[in-house]
């Protein structure tokens, strides 16, 4: 069935036969990836992404239990296209004491997991985010702390004048358990100078995610796309996170992040449509053909398109976030308030077919 699509679509016979290639297991080259990405149709495109989604997971999807703690939006870098972060003293800043994310960790007594991700503040070093960690361990022993973005652990790790692997050691030592994948944004340097030159370049930010992996913290990848880049760019950024794969195998996940324009200095930008989105999600199953998770964020995306996205390629829902991230609604998200209720993530994966499992966050069923 499926053979018989990839043989029936107009494209050239080379990239038909990539395709039949990659249902057999192949691997997509740097070579043919541009062509598959752009000038396969959508529909097949999605097939074949469902297709490889489906002899991985069958019609499983996952989600977990999760809630986020943003300690702070004050922030040392100024990425053009953030719409989140505010200096020390501006209108719309916050800073939240330990004591407050506590209350908030006590109030999530039912998460199997806390996400924490924030601005990077010019005064907080290692030690201050360890001492905090251990104290949500001490409340919760059996959490989940998924913490920190390779820009926030390479800016933590240097203002206490500790090695990235030491830094690494330090927080895991307090209780973190894995990282998460923001921050990658897109490893092109000409393109990252201009977006966010400041913070911890491509090379940093896989050598963080390497080190983590080879000290048994496993993490997430994630790509920042639709803003000033091209399909060439996105392809070469995800080569990357294939190697990277190829060589420690640490990455959980593979999130792509779709740039929200709401708000910030790159607002004049439109946003990429729907079917750009769907074309990305499916491109990315079949590209990456070592990382068997792709989330549909759908705090960024929307519920009904992460829905959707379950079509093209994506097996993972995040989780239930419990209204805790402002990322993606300051950007201009529909999701203003995202909270996604177990009853509603099973009714609505009934009703396409799939079965919703809830997980925890290495990916072992509940
Ligand atoms: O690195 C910031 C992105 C990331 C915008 O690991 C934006 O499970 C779109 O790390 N439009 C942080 N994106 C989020 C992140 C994350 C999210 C979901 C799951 C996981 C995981 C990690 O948010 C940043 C940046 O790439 N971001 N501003 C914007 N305007
Ligand atoms: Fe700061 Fe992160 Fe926003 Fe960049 S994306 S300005 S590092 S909060």
Avoid at 128 to 142: C, E, Q, T, W
Avoid at 185 to 190: K, L
Avoid at 225 to 242: A, F, M, P, T, W
Wanted: with cysteine; charged share 25%.
């Amino acid at each position: 069935m499926i053979e018989q699509i990839i043989r029936e679509t107009t494209l050239k016979k080379e990239s038909r036969q990539v395709l039949l290639d990659r249902i057999q297991g192949k691997r997509i080259s740097l070579i043919d990836a541009f062509d598959i990405y752009t000038k396969t149709p959508l529909s097949v495109l999605g097939a074949v992404a469902d297709y490889i989604t489906q002899k991985i997971h069958n019609n499983k999807v996952y989600y977990n239990r999760n809630f986020h703690l943003e300690p702070t939006n004050i922030c040392v870098y100024d990425c053009s296209f953030c719409s989140y972060s505010r200096k020390e003293g501006q209108q719309g800043s916050w800073d939240l004491s330990i004591e407050d994310m506590l209350e908030k960790v006590k109030q999530n007594a039912s998460a199997t997991e806390v996400h924490i991700v924030g601005g990077v503040h010019p005064e907080r070093d290692v030690f201050y985010y360890a001492d905090f960690l251990a104290k949500i361990k001490g409340l919760r022993p059996d959490i989940h702390v998924k913490a920190f973005t390779a820009v926030e652990i390479e800016f933590m790790s240097s203002k206490a004048g500790v090695e990235i692997n030491e830094g690494l050691s330090i927080l895991k030592k307090a209780g973190l358990n894995s990282i998460p994948g923001g921050g990658a944004e897109i490893f092109n340097d000409t393109i990252r100078e201009t977006l966010c030159g400041r913070k911890a370049n491509s090379k940093t930010w896989l050598k963080v995610h390497k080190h983590a992996h080879l000290n048994a913290i496993p993490s997430n990848a994630t790509i920042l796309y639709g803003h000033v880049e091209n399909v060439e760019h996105r392809i070469q950024h995800l080569d990357k996170i294939r190697n990277l794969q190829d060589e420690t195998g640490g990455f959980n996940a593979f999130i792509p992040l779709k740039y929200k324009h709401k708000d910030n200095f790159l607002s004049h930008l439109k946003e990429l449509s729907l079917i750009e989105d769907l074309r990305m999600m499916a491109f990315c199953r079949l590209f990456l053909d070592n990382i068997p998770n792709l989330k549909a964020y759908w705090p960024m995306y929307g519920k009904e398109t992460a829905y959707l996205m379950l079509s093209f390629g994506a097996n993972d829902m995040d989780g239930t976030i419990e209204d805790s991230t402002r990322i993606y609604s300051m950007a201009g998200s529909e999701e203003q308030n995202p909270v996604l209720s177990v009853s509603e993530i099973v009714s609505e994966l009934q009703r396409m077919g799939k079965k919703a499992v809830e997980r925890d966050s290495l990916y072992n069923e509940l």
